[in-house]
């Protein structure tokens, strides 16, 4: 035990699944360069930070954990829409 110690949770933590394929090229080739970067979603604007990947599994495809920063151009939207690219 740690004295003085404390548990703490983060709940700002979200998740988002990617698509196999963009643009032609496999996700997986690159989604890992994209750790500790800030992405930020063409349509809405919204930017998270990538804070770790988890490589597709059986049927679950590659996941993202992200940690949103900024609301879109809109300042109302808090998270990607479905299919943002």
């Known amino acids: 035990m740690v004295i003085p110690g404390q548990i703490s949770i ?3 933590y979200a998740y988002v699944k990617l698509q196999d394929y963009y643009s032609g090229s496999v996700t997986e080739t690159y989604v890992d360069n994209l750790v500790g970067n800030t992405i930020t979603g063409q349509t809405s604007g919204v930017q998270a930070k990538v ?3 988890a490589h597709a599994e059986g049927s679950d495809p590659t996941t993202i954990y992200v940690r ?3 609301s879109g151009t809109s300042n109302t939207t808090k998270v990607f ?3 943002e690219v």
Do not use: F, M, S
């Open 10 to 12: 983060d709940t700002k």
């Open 68 to 70: 949103y920063l900024d």
């Open 81 to 83: 829409a479905d299919n």
């Open 51 to 53: 804070l770790k990947v």
